[in-house]
């Protein structure tokens, strides 16, 4: 058997009075598993966006400045005077980071389903993944097949089942198609290859003629670029071709929602259909589910009353399917983990390495097509 430090590192996020975020690396216990609970000695954990908004806070990192010692370095960065207002119940807090990860379970607890995973390779969400150990629910532990390692492992939750669960929403409300923004970036890639497999229109939208490339060398069939003088026409053509009503947008702010609705909108009224200035009554709905750009949603309204704006995240989404199907879309995740499923990662960084300036500018940019996986037993 492993045998278990008393204490563990653990990366923490803290909001200070002087409206300062302050990243350190503590030393903590290390917590023992309650009943239904494991313990994993975690290996990897990606750094996602979600991951991203909490470790930073919103933070001008672009004044980062690095502090501390050699042993615990720390690094420190203004939090601009607007942003504190939403940041009020954590001030004063370090809070614990990480959304998933992957690693081995060293301990558990005395329930059946806990013990039946000590030893065993999992991934998992835990909350708390930016340490060396971290607890989980069995019930939210992926055991990795036969031949996975870890960093097959690590991005096995939130990529896989936030692509998943956009194609279960697109069908449980009815659309045949989807569009997708920032489509470049690993869950973009994922949603590509779910779709190709499974027969679902999609259209990728993304900004850079590479990003273009990129997923059409991946057998994409409609794929827009927003830099185009032509992105507006190419996007019309795209959903007359896949008829997809029901786009999933990680922009967030700016225009882009407003010009996938009017687009929709174009694509279903023939150009010779009779004047309503009511517009199609065929419904057309954007999720918002990432923040990229931090604007506000601007909406220049050309697409009739059949429409909707709303927000979409992975936690609400699972909470409300059945236990059959998330079982259903865990084993899908399992048998494709190293192909469907598949995560690409720009580099790996050690905890410490974590609050080096020049790696933090580097993943705090959160790059399509860039991902950072963190180490934190290095």
């Not at 302050?22 to 239904?36: I, N, Y």
């Not at 830099?227 to 225009?255: C, H, I, M, P, Q």
């Not at 601007?298 to 429409?307: M, V």
Request: net charge negative.
């Amino acid at each position: 058997m492993t045998e278990i430090p008393a204490t563990m590192r653990q990366l923490r996020s803290l909001v200070t009075p002087e409206r300062e975020l302050r990243l350190s690396v503590e030393a903590v216990d290390t917590p023992p598993p309650g009943e239904r609970e494991v313990l994993v000695r975690v290996e990897t954990a990606p750094v996602n966006p979600s991951d991203l908004g909490l470790l930073l806070a919103m933070a001008d990192v672009s004044q980062a400045v690095a502090g501390g010692s050699l042993d615990d370095p720390t690094v420190t960065a203004p939090i601009p005077e607007p942003v504190m207002r939403s940041l009020a119940a954590r001030v004063g807090e370090a809070m614990t980071v990480g959304n998933e990860g992957a690693g081995v379970v060293v301990a558990a607890g005395a329930s059946p389903e806990a013990e039946a995973l000590l030893g065993h390779k999992v991934g998992f969400i835990g909350g708390a993944t930016y340490g060396e150990y971290c607890l989980a629910s069995p019930r939210m532990c992926l055991q990795l097949p036969e031949g996975a390692n870890a960093v097959d492992g690590a991005s096995s939750f939130v990529n896989p089942l936030t692509a998943l669960g956009m194609v279960e929403t697109m069908r449980n409300e009815g659309h045949t198609g989807l569009v997708h923004t920032a489509a470049a970036s690993n869950l973009g890639q994922m949603l590509n290859r779910i779709c190709l497999a499974d027969g679902v229109p999609l259209v990728n939208i993304v900004r850079r003629p590479e990003q273009a490339r990129l997923l059409r060398e991946q057998g994409a069939v409609h794929v827009c670029d927003s830099s185009e003088s032509t992105f507006e026409v190419d996007l019309v053509t795209a959903l007359k071709n896949t008829k997809a009503t029901l786009a999933f947008d990680a922009v967030g702010g700016g225009t882009l929602a407003g010009q996938i609705l009017n687009a929709m909108e174009a694509a279903i009224v023939a150009p010779d259909a009779p004047y309503s200035r009511y517009g199609s009554d065929v419904h057309k709905q954007v999720y918002v589910y990432g923040a990229l750009d931090p604007r506000p949603i601007e909406l220049r309204r050309r697409f009739g009353f059949a429409w909707g704006v709303g927000g979409w995240l992975l936690t609400p989404f699972l909470a409300r399917t059945s236990g059959e199907d998330l079982v259903r879309l865990r084993q899908r995740v399992a048998a494709e983990l190293t192909t469907t499923f598949a995560s690409h990662y720009t580099d790996q960084i050690s905890l410490r390495e974590a609050l080096d300036v020049e790696t933090l500018h580097r993943y705090a940019r959160q790059a399509t097509g860039e991902k950072f996986l963190l180490r934190p037993q290095r």
